[in-house]
């Protein structure tokens, strides 16, 4: 089944603490983003990949890394994390950055930092 | 810069149609999406319009587009409980080269 998978789906942590949220695409697709979901500001682009050793900034990048080794796997990296990186964070391909390649998202991975 | 807007909630009964708004600030917006959230789970793609069409009609789904006014309208016929979700509206800026989301719109479709 062609899917994008997230883990983890939910994960608390404390502050500093640093964590990486895996991503990874079976569609062979050559771009991957990463957003996150905040109430009442949609989703926002964090980082955003073209293809493979690829990538670069969207919106609001301060505060996380990300990395594309492989084609399939989009890790994102919060070295030291703060409670206003709390948030409902999703991972998303398509096979181009082109707006007429439909984007096919996680299912979600809800980050707490306490 | 950029910005799409849309009313959060709207609550209808089962069997009425849907009608979600949205308003976008970009005229070098070239795509413009709806999207749809279910519970628990990521967005999945419902419809697109070009920026150079005023309507696009896909079984239960019609979008309109105002380009004069920069507004994009979602209507759902028939709605139905398996509709509620909250649906999001987004531009691709030719500007930016980026995919900006609205807010989005919770959807509740009452028995």
């Known amino acids: 089944e062609a899917q994008v998978t997230q883990n983890p789906r939910y994960l608390i942590t404390v502050t500093g603490k640093k964590l990486t949220v895996t991503c990874s695409q079976n569609?062979?697709?050559?771009?991957m983003s990463w957003y996150r979901q905040d109430p009442g500001l949609g989703l926002r682009q964090i980082y955003y990949s073209m293809n493979v050793e690829v990538t670069d900034k969207g919106d609001v990048p301060e505060g996380y890394k990300v990395s594309r080794k492989e084609k399939r796997n989009f890790p994102l990296i919060l070295e030291s994390p703060s409670p206003n990186q709390t948030s409902l964070y999703f991972c998303?391909?398509?096979?181009?950055?082109?707006?007429?390649?439909?984007?096919?998202f996680g299912p979600g991975t809800r980050l707490t930092v306490l | 810069g950029e910005d799409v807007e849309q009313s959060l909630f709207l609550s209808v009964r089962e069997g009425d149609s849907s009608v979600i708004n949205c308003t976008y600030t970009?005229?070098?917006?070239?795509?413009l999406y709806w999207y749809k959230q279910e519970p628990g789970a990521g967005l999945q793609l419902l419809t697109y319009i070009f920026s150079n069409m005023d309507m696009k009609q896909d079984q239960r789904l019609t979008v309109l587009l105002n380009k004069k006014d920069k507004h994009l309208s979602l209507r759902i016929a028939d709605t139905q409980t398996g509709d509620s979700a909250i649906y999001f509206c987004a531009e691709f800026s030719s500007n930016t080269g980026k995919l900006i989301f609205g807010q989005g719109t919770t959807l509740q479709v009452k028995p």
């Open positions: 970009d005229s070098s917006s070239t795509y």
């Open positions: 569609m062979n697709h050559e771009y």
């Open positions: 998303a391909s398509s096979t181009s950055g082109s707006p007429s390649a439909t984007q096919y």
